[in-house]
């Protein structure tokens, strides 16, 4: 399968413009200076599991490493490609023995349509380390409720039906299990790399 990611980067640069929409529920980002994890109001969070295909994958799985968790969905035509092409531009500059202790899990809110094969070659261009997981729709509210996200069907004139507004935020679990971060989207590859780092 093949995914043309370019034109959707461009589409978000012109979507700017355009003012798309969507989620933004974390008001208290990592980037309020002066504030330690423990004074944010950071979700709760917590531990969960969904599936990779037909096999399950939980967040334990991952303990003692630094998580990255991201709502979305593969016909994303902005806020997504961007999302995970700055986080993978910043795994890059990660060592191996750094990169090893990193894990980003992206959840497709969309599951009617990202199935295994599609979820797999969209996660896999971006970079290695970063898994596509779903379920049914009980199983990712459960997860969108534990990490205050959030996300709607929005009827769409074009081929696709509908696109699905989301949470743009991505939610940084600590190698204890909680909620450390929470990055803003459009933060930039080296301010997303110094929290990696920060927390090895």
Same mark, same amino acid.
């Given at each position: 399968? !093949?995914?043309i990611? #370019?034109?959707?980067?461009?589409a978000f640069?012109?979507?700017?413009?355009?003012?798309?929409?969507?989620?933004?529920?974390? !008001? %208290?980002n990592?980037? %309020? @200076?002066?504030?330690n994890?423990s004074?944010? %109001?950071? #979700?709760a969070?917590g531990?969960?599991t969904?599936?990779?295909?037909? @096999? /399950?994958? &939980?967040?334990s799985?991952y303990?003692?490493?630094?998580?990255?968790?991201?709502?979305g969905?593969t &016909?994303?035509p902005?806020i997504c #490609? +961007?999302?995970?092409?700055?986080?993978?531009s910043?795994l890059k500059?990660? +060592?191996p023995k750094?990169?090893?202790?990193?894990?980003?899990f992206f959840?497709?809110?969309? #599951?009617?349509?990202?199935?295994?094969e599609?979820l797999?070659d969209?996660t @896999?261009y971006?970079?290695p380390?970063?898994?596509?997981v779903?379920g +049914?729709?009980?199983?990712?509210?459960?997860?969108v409720k534990?990490y205050g996200a959030?996300?709607? !069907?929005?009827k /769409?004139?074009?081929?696709?039906?509908?696109?699905?507004?989301?949470?743009?935020?991505?939610?940084?679990?600590g190698k204890?299990? @909680?909620?450390?971060?929470?990055l803003?989207?459009?933060?930039?590859?080296?301010?997303i790399?110094?929290?990696?780092?920060?927390?090895?």
């Amino acid at each position: 399968m !093949k995914i043309i990611l #370019p034109l959707a980067v461009i589409a978000f640069i012109l979507g700017i413009s355009l003012g798309l929409t969507y989620f933004d529920v974390d !008001k %208290n980002n990592g980037n %309020n @200076k002066g504030l330690n994890a423990s004074q944010m %109001n950071y #979700p709760a969070g917590g531990n969960f599991t969904l599936h990779e295909g037909d @096999k /399950s994958v &939980s967040l334990s799985d991952y303990d003692g490493k630094i998580r990255f968790i991201f709502f979305g969905y593969t &016909s994303c035509p902005d806020i997504c #490609p +961007t999302s995970l092409a700055f986080v993978s531009s910043s795994l890059k500059q990660l +060592t191996p023995k750094e990169l090893a202790q990193v894990k980003v899990f992206f959840i497709s809110v969309d #599951p009617d349509r990202d199935n295994v094969e599609k979820l797999h070659d969209y996660t @896999k261009y971006f970079h290695p380390n970063i898994v596509g997981v779903t379920g +049914t729709k009980s199983e990712i509210d459960e997860v969108v409720k534990k990490y205050g996200a959030a996300y709607r !069907k929005v009827k /769409s004139d074009s081929a696709m039906g509908y696109l699905v507004d989301h949470s743009a935020s991505i939610y940084v679990v600590g190698k204890n299990g @909680k909620v450390v971060d929470m990055l803003p989207h459009g933060l930039p590859v080296e301010a997303i790399t110094k929290t990696i780092r920060q927390l090895l």
